[in-house]
T-cell receptor, first 113, second 116 residues
Framework: AQSVTQPDIHITVSEGASLELRCNYS??????LFWYVQSPGQGLQLLLK??????LVQGIKGFEAEFKRSQSSFNLRKPSVHWSDAAEYFC???????????FGAGTRLTVKP | GAVVSQHPSWVICKSGTSVKIECRSL??????MFWYRQFPKQSLMLMAT?????????EQGVEKDKFLINHASLTLSTLTVTSAHPEDSSFYIC????????????FGPGTRLTVL
C-alpha cells in the first residue's frame, strides 16, 4: 500500500522568506501527487497536483512543487511567504485510478512577522 | 465546475442519537464518493469508498454498522453516524470522483460533528 511521509510536523518561517515543505512517498509505481492547504476549522483547498508530464508543477497562491522520481519526493516550495500562508499543509498520494488517496500527517506552517 | 457540498456544516447531538451527513456533487456526476475523518490536529483518514448503487467498502477498523453509507444517486452520498458517542466527534470530509482520465477527487467543505 502506498504511504506518505511529511517529516516536518511544524515549520516556522519569517514573512518574505522562502519555504520548502517536504513530502516523500512510498508506492510501487508513479502515483498521482497532491498538496492541499487547510486553515483551522476549514476544509481542504487544492494547491497543486501532479498526474503526468512536466515534473515542475505550478499551483495557486505562488506555490510550486517538483516531482523527483529518483527521490520519491514531491516537495512544495514558495519563494516568498506571506502571513496569510500560515496553515496546515497536507501532501497526498493516490494510485493511477485515484481511488485510494492517502494523506501525510501534515506540516503546520507558522509565519513570523 | 466540480463543486462538492456537504450538509450540515456543523452539528451537535446528544450521545446515543444518530446523525446524517449529506455529500452532494453539484455540477457533475460522481461515480465514486469517499468519506474521510479528521480528528483535531491530525490528518485525514479514509473511512470508506462508495460507488453509486453498490455497498460501500470500508477501511480496516471502521465499523460499517456504526457508519452507514448510502450512495443512492450519482450526485448524493450520505453518512449516518448511528448511536453517536463523544469519541465520534470529529471533522468528516467527503469527496467525489468524476470519471475521466484521472478520476480526480473533489473535496467537500467538511462537517464538524460534536457529540455531547
Amino acid at each position: 500500500a502506498q504511504s506518505v511521509t511529511q517529516p516536518d510536523i511544524h515549520i516556522t518561517v519569517s514573512e518574505g522568506a522562502s519555504l520548502e515543505l517536504r513530502c516523500n512517498y512510498s508506492y510501487g509505481a508513479t502515483p498521482y501527487l497532491f498538496w492541499y492547504v487547510q486553515s483551522p476549522g476549514q476544509g481542504l483547498q487544492l494547491l497543486l497536483k501532479y498526474f503526468s508530464g512536466d515534473t515542475l508543477v505550478q499551483g495557486i497562491k505562488g506555490f510550486e512543487a517538483e516531482f523527483k522520481r529518483s527521490q520519491s519526493s514531491f516537495n512544495l516550495r514558495k519563494p516568498s511567504v506571506h502571513w496569510s500562508d500560515a496553515a496546515e499543509y497536507f501532501c497526498a498520494v493516490a494510485p493511477y485510478n485515484n481511488n485510494d488517496m492517502r494523506f501525510g500527517a501534515g506540516t503546520r506552517l507558522t509565519v513570523k512577522p | 465546475g466540480a463543486v462538492v457540498s456537504q450538509h450540515p456544516s456543523w452539528v451537535i447531538c446528544k450521545s446515543g442519537t444518530s446523525v446524517k451527513i449529506e455529500c452532494r456533487s453539484l455540477d457533475f456526476q460522481a461515480t465514486t464518493m469517499f468519506w474521510y475523518r479528521q480528528f483535531p490536529k491530525q490528518s485525514l483518514m479514509l473511512m470508506a469508498t462508495s460507488n453509486e448503487g453498490s455497498k460501500a467498502t470500508y477501511e480496516q477498523g471502521v465499523e460499517k454498522d456504526k457508519f452507514l453509507i448510502n450512495h443512492a444517486s450519482l450526485t448524493l452520498s450520505t453518512l449516518t453516524v448511528t448511536s453517536a458517542h463523544p469519541e465520534d466527534s470529529s471533522f468528516y470530509i467527503c469527496s467525489a470522483s468524476r470519471s475521466g482520465i484521472y478520476n480526480e477527487q473533489f473535496f467537500g467543505p467538511g462537517t464538524r460533528l460534536t457529540v455531547l
